[in-house]
């Protein structure tokens, strides 16, 4: 028996965590032996490691700013109904070349609701096969609250139509569904906790890390601020004698970027985002970072202690309540983002070291 082909869609419009948890679980998916296709709707990352699945790339689009009402390409300019329709054409011709087993939309129908025209193409056609594909929604543990009640209903109808499953990327004994999705209990029969989706962090004694602090914020779009306060902060810490590497996403601006590097002290490394990360996790003595999912789960995989300053922009709960959830933790302290100065930073610093 053949092995099926996975057809992912996913949009990353800020931060860059999604599409690096569709990355995890493509890789996991070709060492199957199983057949991916990825179409991603987002920037292009350097460096990600799909595992030899075939990325279809979108017109890409992102974020205007932290609320997400506005989508721009690539030229900074608001996207337009001829935008959105090219890029349906295109997403409906990579479906029908895959001709996939299994259908995944990366959090919808539980976001990403700007881009519904696509998806609602794209999962129409697949309902409409003679033998239609599985189809699944692949979802984070922890959803961000939506601005309007009646969002939830348009939710639960998407997912009574059209799909088959929902993966929950983790654990219900640690952060159960319904902590963010009141309703969870009307979707019950489609459910099934995943586990949480991470690259398993390799601990290489004397390698690349080793001893150092690792001060990271994902794609890096709104990191300047922590990056700041992280430089201002080492020379106050007990880990001011170590190297302290500052990983900037490829989202923040080149120009940012430079001014960062260029006001680095002696002892502070400021490079742009590795591929290598897991490896960083797993060597370091600390990590300090905004508390995404995919960051997150790899420091607590590799027992990392570590300092959580949850992004909180604009309509984001998500990293504030996942912070909350793991406060006090072994080793996890946080800070909240509008009291972050250089002072409180290495205090929490100092603490996590103190954790037991």
């Not at 001829?82 to 895959?98: K, M, P, S």
């Not at 709104?222 to 590497?245: C, D, G, I, K, Q």
Request: net charge negative; glycine share 8%; with cysteine.
């Amino acid at each position: 028996m053949s092995k099926p082909h996975v057809f992912f869609w996913v949009q990353h419009l800020l931060g860059i965590g999604h599409l690096q948890r569709t990355a995890t679980l493509a890789r996991a998916f070709r060492r199957a032996g199983m057949t991916v296709t990825v179409v991603s709707g987002g920037h292009e990352v350097p460096g990600l490691d799909l595992g030899g699945a075939t990325l279809v790339q979108l017109p890409p689009v992102r974020a205007a700013d932290k609320y997400f009402k506005i989508l721009v390409d690539d030229t900074d300019s608001e996207i337009d109904d001829a935008f959105r329709e090219n890029r349906c054409e295109l997403l409906l011709a990579a479906y029908r070349a895959a001709v996939p087993d299994v259908v995944i939309t990366e959090l919808f129908p539980f976001g990403r609701r700007q881009l519904r025209r696509e998806l609602t193409v794209l999962l129409d056609a697949a309902r409409a096969q003679p033998v239609p594909p599985l189809i699944v929604s692949s979802v984070r543990d922890i959803l961000v609250e939506p601005p309007k009640p009646e969002r939830v209903a348009e939710m639960l109808e998407r997912v009574e139509t059209y799909y088959d499953r929902v993966m929950i990327h983790g654990d219900p004994t640690l952060i159960p569904f319904d902590e963010t999705f009141a309703h969870a209990d009307r979707i019950a029969d489609r459910v099934a906790y995943t586990g949480y989706v991470v690259d398993m962090p390799q601990k290489v004694p004397g390698g690349p890390g080793t001893d150092e602090v690792i001060v990271s914020a994902g794609g890096g779009a709104v990191s300047e601020e922590l990056f700041r306060a992280a430089m201002a902060a080492r020379p106050l810490t007990r880990l001011a004698n170590r190297t302290w590497r500052i990983l900037a996403g490829h989202a923040l601006a080149d120009d940012v970027f430079d001014s960062v590097a260029g006001d680095a002290p002696e002892g502070v490394v400021v490079e742009r985002a590795r591929s290598d990360f897991p490896t960083l996790m797993a060597n370091c003595t600390l990590s300090i970072s905004q508390g995404g999912y995919n960051t997150v789960m790899e420091m607590m995989t590799a027992g990392t202690r570590g300092v959580i300053v949850p992004y909180a922009g604009g309509l984001e709960t998500e990293q504030t309540l996942r912070a909350r959830l793991l406060e006090n933790r072994s080793g996890i302290r946080t800070i909240p983002e509008d009291t972050l100065n250089p002072a409180a930073l290495a205090a929490a610093v100092d603490a996590a070291l103190d954790a037991p």
